[in-house]
């Protein structure tokens, strides 16, 4: 239940106690396991039937074992390439397979979902005949984010959107995927760096992050209730791209590099190249990432339905805010499984100098 502070509070000690800061009174020492915190969320959900919490639960446990797949990479036969190429026309690494492999297995047969989307995948993944059919919701993701880094050990992650099922065939369509952003029932990533953290929000609720204790492998609340800083002080765009911009573009990240005291300028450049892991040192430091569009590429490279979409519904739950040109994230009406946009993603002051920019009022 949330209280008049808009803290959970404990419901027959079963919860975990905030206070009106969102600081943890744990009744345990262990910590606040995700499964315990998804279904205190799911008893502040009036008739919530505690499918959408058994699809997290469930979800969760395929990250587990992904986690344990990458933190083996170095030493088993896991890194490199397959050989294979996407229907984005990019190599596909072992690890990709392996993510995109173990959260279909892990999650077809659950009886929650109407059909799955993948990056890996050129259409829609079915649920097969022998499986439990009926699901309610679907589930697109980007098994492995940064492929290009893995082989580096550089961190890497796992993206993934939920919405409800909204087409009345008995099986998932296209229909059901190709919803706005805004219509997510949850969304969230896992990073897959020093330690493993898991990132959700989940209807009108707020943004918490988990830590994975590989020691009793379960992933603890670490980060209750994520705000994004109003503004920043990094921004986080491949400038090696800058050939290819429009002066709009250019314009904008000279004046993120522009040294001007009084606006806390110049920025910070930090550029990962995994966007999972430049998009949460933002939401957590404050700051921008920027994947413009250009010559070559107008709509850019990132996805809308598992990347944009689900770390627009995250932002902005943090406080933030996401557009792709002039429009929000969240609004943009999806017309193909794959298609790309343009993304500026962090702190709202700092998307906000990014629109006027794009609108060519600065
Ligand atoms: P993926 O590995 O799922 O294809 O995603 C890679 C994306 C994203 O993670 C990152 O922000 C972007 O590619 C980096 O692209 P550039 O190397 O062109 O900067
Ligand atoms: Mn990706
Ligand atoms: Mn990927």
Not at 47 to 76: C, M, Q, Y
């Amino acid at each position: 239940m949330y209280n008049q502070h808009g803290a959970m509070v404990a419901v027959k000690s079963r919860l975990v106690i905030f206070d009106s800061e969102g600081v943890i009174k744990m009744p345990d020492r262990l910590g606040v396991t995700i499964n315990k915190f998804i279904m205190g969320e799911q008893l502040s959900i009036p008739h919530a039937t505690g499918d959408f919490s058994g699809l997290l639960n469930e979800l969760v446990v395929a990250t587990k074992v992904i986690a344990r797949e990458v933190n083996k990479a170095g030493l088993v036969d896991v890194l490199g390439k397959t050989g294979n190429t996407n229907i984005q026309g990019e190599e596909v690494k072992k690890l990709d397979e392996y993510a995109n492999t173990a959260i279909i297995q892990k999650m077809d047969h659950t009886g929650y979902l109407c059909a799955m989307a993948s990056e890996e995948e050129d259409g829609i993944i079915e649920i097969e005949d022998k499986h439990p059919q009926g699901g309610s919701y679907t589930l697109a993701f980007d098994p492995l984010d940064g492929s290009s880094n893995i082989d580096a050990n550089v961190s890497i992650g796992t993206i993934f959107s939920i919405h409800r099922k909204i087409s009345s065939a008995p099986k998932g369509t296209l229909a059901d995927f190709l919803q706005r952003g805004s219509e997510q029932v949850g969304a969230g990533y896992v990073i897959y760096g020093s330690s493993t953290m898991l990132v959700y929000a989940a209807g009108q609720g707020g943004v918490h992050g988990f830590t994975l204790d590989p020691s009793i492998g379960e992933f603890l609340l670490s980060h209750p209730f994520i705000k994004i800083p109003e503004r920043g002080k990094i921004y986080s765009v491949n400038e090696g791209n800058s050939h290819k911009w429009d002066d709009r573009i250019k314009g904008m990240v000279d004046y993120f590099k522009t040294d001007d005291k009084q606006t806390g300028r110049p920025y910070s450049s930090r550029y990962i190249g995994t966007l999972v892991s430049d998009f949460h040192r933002n939401l957590l430091y404050g700051g921008v990432f920027m994947y413009p569009g250009d010559a070559d590429n107008p709509n850019g490279k990132l996805r809308l339905l598992y990347e944009a979409a689900p770390l627009a519904f995250i932002c902005e739950r943090a406080g933030g805010g996401s557009i792709a040109d002039y429009e929000d994230i969240l609004d943009i009406e999806p017309t193909t499984l794959h298609q790309r946009v343009p993304l500026y993603i962090g702190s709202k002051g700092d998307v906000d100098i990014c629109r006027k920019f794009l609108k060519g009022e600065m």
